[in-house]
């Protein structure tokens, strides 16, 4: 199933919607998307609530997967109230990591508006974000000539000004970035240079 197939199954399983981040980094994750209520996103940002959220809390100490219910933290600023009077009354919350202790975290929030979820349904949560988390392993085979390509394009030169740092021919650089693109499952290089930063490539 692809990262598409997977983000798709999320969203039957999450009627009220979900949020998840891929492999935080030290600003932000390679990846997130959310199908949570756009009120509630709003609000949630513009009050800074992910400071104070338990949720996120949780997320960030723990692995696996626990509903809302279960999360025996702290709410001060009565976060999980304001959730529910944007109808997200029950979810869950799952979190996983790579093995080593270096490794980057993979966390998401999943809500359901008529009832808790089930063990099964919170088992497949988890499996599918790492699954995700797992599918976005950075990759190890760039090449220096297609990191050092990423690099200048992270830089905002044009195709020309690196084919003539390089001392290369355009054609040359076109196929390390497209290389770069596919081995990073990018679809520009623009995207490709963003995501080789978020995993500390380049």
């Known amino acids: 199933m692809t990262i598409t ?8 399983l999450c009627p009220a919607g979900y949020f998840i ?18 009120a509630w996103v709003t609000r949630y940002t513009s009050r800074g609530y992910m400071v104070a959220d338990p949720v996120m809390h ?13 999360i025996a933290l702290d709410d001060p600023r009565d976060v999980m109230g304001h959730a529910r009077r944007h109808g997200l009354h029950f979810g869950c919350a799952a979190s996983c990591t790579d ?26 949560i988890r499996d599918l974000l790492e699954d995700i988390h797992i599918a976005m392993v950075p990759p190890r085979n760039l090449t220096a000539a297609e990191l050092e390509a990423l690099r200048l394009v ?20 076109k196929q390390r970035l497209k ?17 080789a930063t ?4 380049i």
Do not use: Y
């Not at 202790?101 to 966390?107: E, H």
């Not at 770069?180 to 490709?192: D, E, G, I, P």
């Not at 978020?198 to 490539?201: D, E, I, K, Q």
């Open 99 to 124: 093995p080593d202790d270096a490794g980057q975290r993979s966390f998401g929030t999943f809500a359901h508006g008529e009832r808790e979820f089930t063990a099964a349904e919170m088992g497949e």
């Open 21 to 38: 981040a891929i492999r935080m980094g030290f600003f932000f994750p390679v990846f997130e998307t959310s199908t949570l209520p756009p």
């Open 5 to 12: 197939g997977k983000t798709d199954r999320l969203s039957r």
């Open 58 to 70: 949780w997320c960030h100490r723990n692995t696996g997967a626990v509903r809302w219910s279960e």
């Open 154 to 173: 992270k830089n905002g030169l044009l195709m020309k000004e690196i084919a003539n740092l390089l001392g290369v021919t355009e054609s040359a650089v």
């Open 198 to 201: 978020s995993f500390g490539l």
């Open 179 to 195: 290389n770069a693109k596919n081995k990073l499952r990018a679809k520009t290089s623009a995207q490709a240079a963003t995501m």
